[in-house]
């Protein structure tokens, strides 16, 4: 990360595919073009400190949901995870929350709630 608060392309790459968001997702999240993100992505251009501030609050809120599905898998088997229908975030996020969970503690069971 640059000193003025940037993101590289690797980055912003990185942080979209931990989310599980599309690029239509992230634009939207971020309420920007979608081309913007493929552009980033690319390495055609980098998003600005504001973008990916923005691009790095989406992160920790899907921080948070991970932490708090966690703390919920160790009290409760099976782990019930959204679906994404009905709900504010689409089901690549809670797909990827439900890896991230996996990843932190594998013995646990998850099904779609």
Known sequence: MSENN????AEATATR????LTFEQVGEALDINPR???RWES?????????????RALRAEHDKDTKRLCAKAAKASPLLIP???????????WKAVAARV????????????
Do not use: N, Y
């Not at 940037?6 to 392309?9: C, E, G, K, R, Y």
């Open 6 to 9: 940037s993101m590289t392309s």
């Open 17 to 20: 595919h931990l989310i599980g």
């Open 36 to 38: 913007s993100v493929r």
């Open 43 to 55: 390495g055609a251009s980098l998003p600005g400190a504001g973008a990916a501030g923005a691009l």
């Open 83 to 93: 679906t994404g229908k009905g709900d504010t975030r689409p089901a690549g996020w």
């Open 102 to 113: 996996l990843d932190r503690s594998p013995g646990t069971v998850i099904e779609w709630h």
